[in-house]
């Protein structure tokens, strides 16, 4: 099989198995067949995992999956500096050690500008991971309690934190990860080993966008080089002999099979880190979705359930009294909170009750109110 078809089948494999375990899980593809197929891939791969292993094999993978998926460690840092440190140096000894043997014009930049880009994400990384990202502790929670007024479904009030043992202020959520509650709760992130928060989305954001620049800037560069390397070697204008021994003009099959054969690792760092750029876009797109809607990947997870649970109250009419004892409960809790001043008050019939125009949103994932 040649190098461009195994590629392309590799490439379009990934990306819909990324898609399907990704998506397979949400409102939209739960009941339809990406959410078959996502179910009948977890549990395939289940069965081969408990029959086909040894009891010891099993317990020692579970021992450390768990470990690297469901407990705070540097693991995840450790392996994305590797593959940091790895793919540069790639490019640096084989990309642009061609790119000065056959003169690129753009080899000053070429040397620069990813080695630039590369600074600057190391610093976000580094201060991602030792950020606060709005840990909330019994010395602060009264004022974020102040923050953002509870919407009644999505938070409600006088709720409170089984292991932090206070109310849960609007926005917030344990994380069992770091074992503290976290102020405007986004996600946990395992390649910076913390959670994602009120007060370091902003810094995430930066990672991600420079991030994204790092893989595409290396991407384009390495794609310029090989380009340059056809074009030195005049390999366009070259024959090359099929299986019956004829000559025949080059075509784009065999020119990448060509030069995969003789530059691979330029042409793997090519493969991947395109394919990586792809997905750091569409990640980083979907967070900047977030920004300008002033919501968090949290609340998202959590919308669904809520919107479940009203429809479900709005069929059952054999429970009429309990739902209007229930709403006059709730009403009676809005009130007792009624004299608090909220920062964000919400606005409850739309969609996101904290969505506060486009401009306010964004500024205050990089100005945070927990800062103001």
Same mark, same amino acid.
């Given at each position: 099989?040649?190098?461009? /078809?195994?590629?392309?089948?590799?490439?379009?494999?990934?990306?819909?198995?990324? =898609?399907?375990? &990704?998506?397979?899980? $949400? @409102?939209?593809?739960?009941?339809?067949?990406?959410?078959?197929?996502?179910? %009948? +891939?977890?549990?395939? $791969?289940?069965?081969?995992?408990?029959?086909?292993?040894?009891?010891?094999?099993?317990? #020692?993978?579970?021992?450390? &999956?768990?470990?690297?998926?469901?407990?705070?460690?540097?693991?995840?840092?450790?392996?994305?500096?590797?593959?940091?440190?790895?793919?540069?140096? %790639?490019?640096?000894?084989?990309?642009?050690? =061609?790119?000065?043997?056959?003169?690129?014009?753009?080899?000053?930049?070429?040397?620069?500008?990813?080695? $630039? +880009?590369?600074?600057?994400?190391?610093?976000?990384?580094?201060? /991602?991971?030792?950020?606060?990202?709005?840990?909330? %502790? $019994?010395?602060?929670?009264?004022?974020?309690?102040?923050?953002?007024?509870?919407?009644?479904?999505?938070?409600?009030?006088? #709720?409170?934190?089984?292991?932090?043992?206070?109310?849960?202020?609007?926005?917030?959520?344990?994380?069992?990860?770091?074992?503290?509650?976290?102020?405007?709760?986004?996600?946990?992130?395992?390649?910076?080993?913390?959670?994602?928060?009120?007060?370091?989305?902003?810094?995430?954001?930066?990672?991600?966008?420079?991030?994204?620049?790092?893989?595409?800037?290396?991407?384009?560069?390495?794609?310029?080089?090989?380009?340059?390397?056809? #074009?030195?070697?005049?390999?366009?204008?070259?024959?090359?002999?099929?299986?019956?021994?004829?000559?025949?003009?080059?075509?784009?099959? @065999?020119?990448?099979?060509?030069?995969?054969?003789?530059?691979?690792?330029?042409?793997?760092?090519?493969?991947? /880190?395109?394919?990586? @750029?792809? /997905?750091?876009?569409?990640?980083? *797109?979907?967070?900047?979705?977030?920004?300008?809607?002033?919501?968090?990947?949290?609340?998202?997870?959590?919308?669904?359930?809520?919107?479940?649970?009203?429809?479900?109250?709005?069929?059952? %009419?054999?429970?009429?009294?309990?739902?209007?004892?229930?709403?006059?409960?709730?009403?009676?809790?809005?009130?007792?909170?009624?004299?608090?001043?909220?920062?964000?008050?919400?606005?409850?019939?739309?969609?996101?009750?904290?969505?506060?125009?486009?401009?306010?949103?964004?500024? #205050?994932?990089?100005?945070? *109110?927990?800062?103001?």
């Amino acid at each position: 099989m040649d190098f461009l /078809l195994l590629s392309t089948l590799y490439l379009g494999g990934f990306i819909m198995l990324t =898609y399907v375990l &990704w998506f397979g899980d $949400s @409102t939209f593809h739960k009941q339809g067949y990406v959410g078959k197929l996502r179910r %009948t +891939i977890i549990q395939g $791969s289940s069965l081969c995992f408990h029959h086909c292993l040894p009891s010891f094999c099993r317990r #020692e993978i579970e021992r450390l &999956w768990h470990f690297a998926a469901y407990t705070r460690n540097p693991l995840f840092q450790c392996l994305y500096a590797v593959l940091v440190v790895a793919g540069f140096t %790639t490019f640096q000894f084989d990309v642009l050690h =061609y790119a000065a043997l056959y003169e690129a014009p753009a080899l000053p930049l070429y040397q620069t500008l990813p080695l $630039s +880009i590369l600074f600057v994400n190391a610093i976000l990384f580094c201060a /991602l991971s030792m950020k606060d990202p709005g840990v909330l %502790t $019994s010395g602060n929670v009264d004022r974020h309690l102040q923050l953002y007024e509870f919407d009644g479904h999505l938070y409600r009030q006088n #709720e409170r934190c089984r292991t932090c043992q206070f109310e849960k202020p609007a926005r917030s959520k344990h994380c069992a990860f770091c074992n503290h509650c976290v102020y405007r709760f986004d996600h946990h992130c395992l390649w910076v080993n913390c959670c994602i928060g009120g007060l370091n989305h902003r810094l995430f954001l930066g990672f991600l966008i420079t991030l994204c620049c790092l893989c595409g800037c290396i991407s384009h560069v390495t794609c310029q080089v090989a380009l340059l390397v056809v #074009e030195a070697n005049k390999l366009w204008s070259a024959h090359y002999v099929d299986r019956y021994g004829r000559p025949q003009p080059m075509d784009l099959r @065999t020119l990448c099979q060509y030069l995969f054969m003789q530059h691979p690792r330029m042409i793997f760092l090519l493969v991947s /880190l395109s394919l990586l @750029t792809l /997905l750091l876009v569409g990640f980083t *797109l979907y967070h900047l979705y977030l920004t300008v809607n002033n919501t968090t990947t949290n609340e998202l997870y959590k919308k669904p359930a809520s919107r479940e649970t009203k429809q479900a109250e709005k069929n059952n %009419t054999v429970k009429g009294k309990h739902k209007a004892k229930q709403r006059k409960h709730n009403t009676e809790e809005l009130q007792h909170h009624g004299n608090m001043k909220f920062t964000v008050n919400c606005h409850r019939g739309r969609w996101n009750p904290y969505h506060r125009g486009y401009f306010c949103n964004v500024l #205050e994932v990089f100005l945070p *109110l927990a800062n103001r």
